[in-house]
């Protein structure tokens, strides 16, 4: 397949019919490819279940994964564990994104507060989140606000250091034109910082939300009566594998809707980036 | 009227820029600077556009004191500096934010048709060629209706045959409103082209060496042998201008011998 692909790239565009020919195929053989070795494998060891080679006790197949998955849905538990994660991924993301925004533009624009705080920041996030959990839970208890805190303090990090640099590396020529229009103050945040800062700011939302997702689970394990988490630990401490893997499921389905969302509501404000485009994408 | 009265700049880091350079510009007139590299020609371009204030002397429009950026003074610079997140006409109306939608749009289709790019309006920046970019520029400065437009080296990155229908473009629209033009350019041929009198530098610390007026009929014949006069007389001064005169440069010179 990839052979075809190169031939497509190599070959001159004296052919156009087929070129078109080629390109559609060139596109869809990409994420074909990809998808070849994990259904290779699910396929696999649903036969190898099927066949009696494994009694899956373990390593449920597809089919088992699917019935949980089916089964938590009709009774609703999904839907109630679900909720409960993402409202606390939201509010920790929320919490993270205004505090890491406001203090990455603040210490990116001043250098007097950077040499203040951002020491202290940076020797901060030299710690394992992970290890703040007892503290939390002793300062917050074991209930929502300890959780939240640990999402907040994971997603703060990457958007504080994303809006920092952001700020730092704008481009002085263009705020120079700023200044030849006489901007300052507000005007100039808004016509050139906000504007130029985006695209770096979008990119450091996204991999606060990352964080945030992974902080839930720690958050989740570390005593929870719902969530997605709570599935995890309840599926491990009853040994039920299948549930596991439909929280986990659950996770990657609910943790890609939510990274789509911030990619969709900023995309008609990036078209103007002059990103790298593969040919693949631009065909 | 643009008046200079021994504007000097020295950095923070020491640099002597510029000494005391003193300069008068009347309505209309178009100067060029010609000189070495660094010797403080776009230093003193930006003094005059208040984005750097000097360190002595002062810089008077109107008998008014320009300290920081001024509405009636424009400047190009030697990259388009196109704001990527606006479209084309985005750009050119950029200066024009306060003024009702219906004039600025008006404004804003004449320039660009004035710089042929009317069809370009609702592009972006990165879909425009370099000359084609420049051309917003040079509308971006213009939409306001500047009394003064300032150009550091505007047409250098492009190719001869765009420098030279820019410097048309240029003209055409300086017949529009006649505003002071201030041009720093390394082509000897741009600067006898397009001004009225041409100021040659010397550098360390930069200065005005000499002053050429290049009173030649518009348009001007770039081979009419009065042309070729005047260009002469511009490259002799600038060689004169970077030989050391006195004595006193004579180690130096002998420094940078190899
Ligand atoms: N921001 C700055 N800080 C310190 N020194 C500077 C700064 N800008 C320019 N200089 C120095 O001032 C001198 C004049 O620089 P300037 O940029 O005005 O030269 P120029 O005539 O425009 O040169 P070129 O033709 O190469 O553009 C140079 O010696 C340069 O090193
Ligand atoms: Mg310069």
């Known amino acids: ?144 606000a300890s959780k939240v805190t640990l999402i907040a303090v994971g997603v703060f990090f990457p958007v504080y250091l994303g809006v920092m640099g952001a700020v730092m590396s704008v481009d002085r020529k263009i705020v120079e034109v700023g200044r030849a229009f006489r901007l300052s103050g507000a005007k100039m945040v808004r016509r050139i910082l906000l504007p130029a800062v985006l695209p770096a700011y979008v990119i450091a939302l996204r991999s606060g939300l990352g964080l945030g997702w992974m902080f839930v689970v720690a958050a989740e394990f570390m005593g929870a009566s719902e969530g997605l988490g709570f599935l995890l630990v309840d599926g491990q401490q009853l040994g039920k594998p299948a549930q596991i893997v439909a929280a986990i499921v659950a996770f990657a389905v609910i943790g890609k809707i939510t990274d789509w969302l911030i990619v969709g509501i900023t995309a008609p404000f990036l078209r103007w980036e002059d990103r790298f485009k593969s040919p693949a994408a631009e065909g | 009227m643009l008046t200079l009265e021994g504007v000097g700049k020295t950095y923070a880091n020491g640099v002597h820029a510029l000494d005391a350079v003193n300069l008068s510009v009347g309505p209309g007139e178009i100067v060029a600077i010609v000189g070495g590299s660094g010797c403080g020609k776009s230093t003193l371009l930006r003094a005059i556009s208040g984005l750097d204030t000097p360190s002595q002397g002062r810089v008077l429009l109107d008998g008014e004191k320009v300290t920081k950026p001024h509405e009636k003074i424009g400047i190009i610079f030697q990259e388009p ?178």
Do not use: C
């Not at chain 2, 200065?207 to 490259?235: G, N, T, Y």
């Open chain 1, 1 to 144: 397949m990839s052979l075809v692909r190169m031939s497509a790239a190599i070959e001159p565009a004296a052919q156009p019919k087929q070129k078109t020919g080629k390109s559609v195929l060139a596109r869809w053989s990409g994420p074909a490819l990809g998808l070849i070795l994990p259904l290779g494998l699910a396929v696999g060891w649903e036969l190898a279940v099927r066949a009696g080679l494994s009694n899956g006790r373990l390593v449920p197949p597809p089919s088992v994964i699917y019935a949980t998955f089916a089964e938590l849905a009709k009774t609703g538990e999904l839907q109630r564990h679900a909720a409960a994660t993402l409202a606390r991924v939201v509010a920790g993301f929320g919490i993270g994104v205004v505090v890491g925004t406001l203090l990455g533009a603040i210490t990116g624009y001043s250098m007097l507060v950077r040499r203040f705080i951002d020491p202290s920041l940076q020797a901060l996030r030299a710690i394992p989140s992970i290890a703040w959990v007892p503290l939390f839970i002793l300062w917050l208890g074991i209930f929502e």
């Open chain 2, 81 to 258: 500096r196109l704001l990527p997140w606006l479209t084309v006409a985005g750009n050119v109306g950029f200066g024009l934010e306060d003024r009702p939608k219906a004039e600025r749009d008006a404004r804003v289709a004449e320039a660009l048709t004035r710089v042929g790019l009317s069809e370009k309006a609702n592009m972006w920046p990165r879909e425009l060629s370099g000359g084609q970019a420049q051309r917003v520029a040079i509308a971006r400065a213009l939409v306001p209706r500047p009394e003064v437009l300032l150009l550091d080296e505007p047409f250098s990155a492009l190719d001869a045959f765009t420098r030279v229908d820019l410097q048309d473009h240029l003209l055409g629209l300086w017949a529009d409103t006649r505003p002071i033009l201030i041009l720093v350019t390394h082509d000897v041929d741009e600067a006898v082209v397009l001004a009225d009198r041409i100021m040659v530098m010397r550098p360390r610390p930069g200065r005005i060496f000499d002053e050429i007026a290049a009173d030649l009929p518009r348009p001007r014949e770039r081979q009419s042998s009065a042309f070729d006069r005047v260009r002469r007389h511009v490259m002799a001064a600038l060689d004169r201008s970077l030989k050391p005169v006195a004595p006193s440069d004579a180690n130096e010179a002998a420094a940078f011998w190899w």
